[in-house]
């Protein structure tokens, strides 16, 4: 069964034994949004470019630029976002997946050291387990969309989603020039274009899973979701209720993944970092089967 890997602090050790939650963020709330965003560059800078060959060269703005143009496309799309309360927004949290058997025993070494120093903990699922844990939250919550999918590294611009996305976004980009600008004159492909709701996720989701190829240590499988602004009546598991979207003191969103259902989500081993502390004990002990421990004993200095 293959095991799914998350590294996390003393702290979040603890609060995972406590809730058995996961925590996904707000995607403008990661530590880093410009992993996030380089999909995005790439696919506003060819949708632009795509546009732009359709308009007529005399009817261009004298020194356009398709870089200046992908800022400011990039700066309009944050700020519709930090003017919501949090839903329709796109909740991610990770998981990483060993190469090797050295991987699952003792972890991979360059995410000890990014998520912890070596000084927190690996808690391993068995990938069954999550998928189960996001089949029980989507029948008690209603999302929009609710997945996991595998992280490619790097962009494949003759791959047909990033085509497509591309497509339907210099369709958009025109459709703001024809609207802004009645002397220039372009046919849309309107019989193809998708409704703004389903470009909005395929756009998020292209985004969440495609990262720098400087970030492939992490071998990600990454969980997404997007939860409704509503609740639903469903004629066989009943109430999906409105998910709860969450403030953190720092201002950061995040919803948590498994809450209404016990008992929760349990990790099959604990892997404890080479500088962390080995007592752990009091945390195992809230969960129901205890999962087992292991060290990781890196040679480090």
């Known amino acids: 069964m293959p095991l799914l890997s998350h590294y996390t602090t003393r702290v979040g050790l603890e609060g995972i034994a406590e809730t058995r939650t996961f925590w996904a963020t707000n995607f ?6 410009s992993e996030f965003f380089y999909g995005w560059h790439q696919l506003m800078k060819t949708a632009l470019e795509m546009a732009m060959a359709l308009i007529p060269d005399e009817k261009k703005q004298t020194g356009y630029d398709i870089e200046t143009l992908s800022e400011n496309a990039t700066s309009q799309f944050k700020e519709s976002f930090h003017a919501t309360d949090g839903y329709g927004h ?16 003792r972890g991979i070494r360059t995410l000890w050291e990014q ?11 068995e990938q069954e387990d999550v998928r189960r844990m996001l089949e029980l939250d989507s029948q008690t919550s209603n999302y929009e969309g609710l997945g996991m999918a595998e ?18 976004l210099s369709q958009q980009f025109l459709f703001q020039v024809i609207r802004a600008r009645a002397d220039i004159r372009v046919e849309l492909q309107r019989e193809r274009i998708w409704p703004d709701s389903v470009l909005h996720r395929k756009i998020m989701e292209y985004c969440a899973t495609h990262k ?3 970030y492939e240590d992490e071998r990600e499988l990454r969980i997404f979701a997007y939860p409704s602004a509503s609740a639903e009546a469903r004629v066989f598991t009943g109430i999906a209720t409105k998910k709860q979207v969450r403030t953190c003191p720092n201002g950061k969103k995040y919803i948590a993944l ?3 259902w016990r008992p929760g989500i349990v990790p099959r081993r604990v892997i404890i970092g080479t500088k962390a502390d080995h007592n752990i004990d009091s945390s195992l002990a809230k969960y129901s089967p205890k999962p087992k421990m292991a060290f990781a004993n890196m040679p480090i200095a």
């Open 151 to 168: 992280v490619k590294y790097g962009i494949d611009r003759d791959e047909q989603d990033f085509r497509n996305l591309c497509f339907q």
């Open 90 to 105: 796109l909740y991610v949290t990770s998981f990483a997946r060993g190469k090797t058997e050295d991987h699952n025993e």
């Open 212 to 214: 720098d190829p400087c």
């Open 258 to 260: 498994g809450e209404n």
């Open 28 to 33: 403008l709330s990661l530590n880093d949004t």
């Open 115 to 125: 998520y912890n120093g070596h000084k927190g903990y690996c808690l391993q699922f």
